[in-house]
């Protein structure tokens, strides 16, 4: 077998990178457990003087910061052996509370790949994995990966671009939230929209348990209630919004929950559907965001879907063709993409 040693040298370093990446996950979680970030924050430090804001160990800081900085995470300066976060790095690491925050990704990512094991046997069996039976760090790594998205665009972005909704739940509208996980988006619209009332359902029971916690938490209780139901038997009618946040494509029978979402809404009601980005095409999925969907795919949303009755499995790159395909069969006549960011596509159905 004759072996191109430039080409192979180029893959070792994508396979260097990948493993560096790989480790550097527990690392950034580390630093979102301890509050690394946010002490970082404050200004230049060295390991010493980190160790001090945060009292844990130095020793244990100096490979952490050495290794945050040789992976573009934190700044180094040589002359002083001090680490610091630019403007833009603690935007994005800092702050759990604001429009981005990536630590949440790796916890997703690591808490995920706690599965390996039954993920492995599924392949060989294609048996499903039940979202229900994974670690308790994907639920919550799930709303620290989404929940930021959905504070920089649910409110000033994605509901103004639905026909006439924000004026709806301005004045007072029903709104079901399905597949609601831990409640973020539902207590953000009990929040912005407070003559409205929010019922979310998910069918993970301990999700819904979190979920009742966050809204009492955010002072919404009274205008939010959560019940454990699936997207096919959710409670309640004449909705005058049906959401669904990046939960579509788990679904063993996407056609049934969005038949249900059609018999729930009212006559002149709307259902917004966030997905993930994704094309049509595989070959224009195959890129850095398309990797991260498939690779999540791979072990929560197909098996997810096949743990459950229905016949499909989406796939977290399922595409707006495939997602239109599935409201056209429930009964919806009107379909439209009403908005997109990097990570997220928004449509909008009517009956």
Not at 34 to 56: K, N
Not at 240 to 264: I, K, N, Q, Y
Request: hydrophobic share 45%; charged share 20%.
């Amino acid at each position: 077998m004759a072996v191109d040693t430039d080409k192979l040298m180029d893959f070792i370093d994508r396979f260097a990178a990948d493993l560096g990446a790989t480790m550097a996950a527990g690392n950034v979680v580390v630093g979102h457990r301890l509050g690394l970030y946010r002490a970082l924050a404050q200004g230049p430090a060295t390991a010493a003087e980190l160790a001090e804001r945060t009292g844990c160990d130095q020793r244990y800081l100096t490979e952490w910061l050495r290794g945050q900085a040789a992976g573009g995470y934190v700044g180094h300066d040589a002359a002083t052996d001090t680490f610091s976060l630019s403007e833009e790095q603690a935007f994005a690491l800092a702050n759990p509370d604001g429009p981005v925050y990536l630590p949440g990704a790796f916890v997703l990512a690591l808490g995920t790949l706690k599965a390996e094991e039954q993920i492995t046997d599924a392949f060989r069996t294609g048996a499903g994995v039940g979202w229900h039976t994974h670690d308790d760090d994907v639920f919550s790594g799930c709303e620290l990966f989404f929940r930021p998205g959905y504070v920089a665009n649910l409110v000033d972005s994605w509901i103004p671009a639905l026909d006439g909704v924000t004026a709806k739940l301005t004045a007072g509208a029903r709104v079901a939230d399905i597949g609601c996980g831990l409640g973020a988006s539902s207590v953000l619209m009990a929040t912005a929209f407070p003559a409205s009332r929010i019922a979310g359902s998910d069918y993970h029971a301990g999700s819904i348990e979190l979920a009742r916690k966050r809204a009492a938490d955010a002072g919404v209780s009274t205008r939010v209630t959560f019940e454990v139901a699936s997207a096919q038997t959710f409670g309640g009618t004449g909705y005058d919004l049906v959401t669904s946040f990046d939960c579509l494509h788990d679904m063993g029978d996407p056609v049934g929950a969005a038949r249900h979402v059609r018999e729930a809404l009212a006559p002149d009601g709307t259902w917004m559907i966030v997905e993930p980005a994704a094309s049509d095409s595989v070959a224009e999925n195959l890129n850095p965001v398309g990797r991260v969907y498939y690779s999540f795919s791979s072990f929560l949303c197909v098996p997810n879907a096949l743990s459950q009755p229905g016949g499909y499995a989406l796939g977290a790159q399922a595409g707006e063709t495939a997602i239109r395909q599935v409201c056209t069969e429930a009964g919806f006549t009107r379909f439209r993409r009403v908005a997109e960011t990097p990570f997220n596509l928004v449509f909008e159905a009517r009956p």
